[in-house]
């Protein structure tokens, strides 16, 4: 069975619980699944810490090199933690019965935001 959604991509709004689409009135969701929200919350929390870390160095005025240094950690733990709720929700469009919430185009269109 071909699976399909009357939703667009540029409509789509992340949130925790999921990926929420609401272009034809209906509230489509893609859930996180059990399995990913831990280590994507893990992901979350400690780019959140490595943050903090960030705004730290360079309220002491760190040497630049340092603080480029942890800002790219801090983007690849946030990229790591989207590509894995993305892979949660292509397994949904994927595998699931019924309509999918987001066609295969708009879940790539939501994985090239990421890029």
Same mark, same amino acid.
């Given at each position: 069975?071909?699976?399909?959604? @009357? ?23 893609? =859930?996180?699944?059990?399995? @990913? ?5 893990? =992901?979350? =929390?400690? $780019? ?14 760190? %040497?630049?090199? %340092? ?5 790219? $950690? ?40 990421? @890029?």
């Amino acid at each position: 069975m071909k699976r399909s959604c @009357a939703a667009s991509a540029s409509s789509a709004a992340y949130t925790l619980e999921g990926i929420h689409d609401r272009t034809d009135g209906r509230d489509r969701l893609v =859930r996180i699944d059990e399995q @990913a929200a831990g280590p994507v919350l893990n =992901r979350l =929390r400690r $780019a959140q810490g490595q943050l903090a870390g960030v705004i730290a160095m360079i309220e002491e005025g760190r %040497d630049c090199r %340092d603080v480029v240094t942890q800002l790219a $950690a801090v983007s690849r733990a946030l990229d790591r933690a989207g590509f894995k709720i993305l892979a949660s929700g292509m397994r949904q469009c994927l595998a699931g019965d019924g309509d999918s919430p987001m066609t295969p185009e708009q879940m790539e269109k939501l994985f090239l935001t990421l @890029a």
